[in-house]
């Protein structure tokens, strides 16, 4: 069984571009959550989507934008990018909405904004 | 608005003596209580949760933690720490039910001496 994983692992970008991560998800799993953790702090809930739909967002702006593809892996979009998007992305699939079911992490992307 | 707190930034100890990372919720009478531990270039795993029932909940690599509705707590523990357990560790809270949009507190840095 194949766990999450995460592209690229390191990347790095100017302000103002724009950047694409991407994860997959664990075998059988059609939800999937990103997060993004700051240096020194605790992951920080973006949004979750279920079966290709959004299913619930955290406090950030519309710049941060996601798809999930049918085979359920899944992008995090980010234009427009500034300093403070530097950070580790995390994504973490489950099933079935990841209300009683454990997600799984994947290793995270390291972006630096420069 | 709903937090998690872990009040230590980082803690040393001896390998073998006992460990206790404290963490502080903010949310719910019925909340539901993560601790994950993050090593370097892995991804989260998960140690334990606490959904209801038993307020003592035993994890994986010989942690526990006790839930204290009265004090909004949920402190992690070990007996015994060995070199292998020197991380990042990491308590959250599922607001929105379960494992859905997760809010992690800043993390608590381990580190072990020989």
């Known amino acids: 069984e194949t766990g999450v994983t995460q592209s690229p692992t390191h990347l790095i970008k100017t302000r103002g571009q724009q950047v694409t991560l991407r994860c997959s998800s664990q075998s059988g799993h059609n939800t999937v959550s990103w997060y993004q953790q700051a240096l020194g702090q605790g992951p920080q809930f973006i949004f979750q989507y279920y079966r290709e739909e959004e299913n619930g967002r955290g406090n950030f702006p519309p710049r941060f934008s996601g798809l999930q593809f049918p085979n359920y892996s899944s992008e995090l979009n980010v234009n427009a990018l500034e300093l403070d998007d530097s950070a580790l992305y995390l994504c973490?699939?489950?099933?079935?909405?990841?209300?009683?079911?454990?997600?799984?992490f994947g290793p995270g992307t390291r972006l630096t904004v420069l | 608005a709903q937090s998690v707190t872990q009040p230590d930034i980082h803690i040393t100890v001896s390998e073998g003596a006992s460990l206790e990372l404290r963490c502080n919720y903010s949310?719910?009478?019925?909340?539901?209580l993560f601790w994950y531990v993050q090593s370097p270039g892995q991804g989260l795993q998960l140690l334990l949760k606490y959904f209801s029932g038993d307020t003592l909940v035993q994890g994986i690599k010989g942690f526990e933690a006790e839930f204290k509705r009265s004090q909004s707590s949920f402190n992690l523990r070990k007996p015994s720490v060995h070199w292998s357990d020197a991380a990042e560790y990491f308590c959250?809270?599922?607001?929105?039910?379960?494992?859905?949009?997760?809010?992690f507190g800043a993390g608590t840095r381990l580190a072990v001496h020989p």
């Open positions: 959250a809270e599922g607001p929105g039910g379960g494992y859905n949009k997760l809010i």
């Open positions: 973490a699939s489950s099933l079935e909405g990841a209300g009683g079911n454990e997600q799984f």
């Open positions: 949310y719910g009478a019925t909340p539901y």
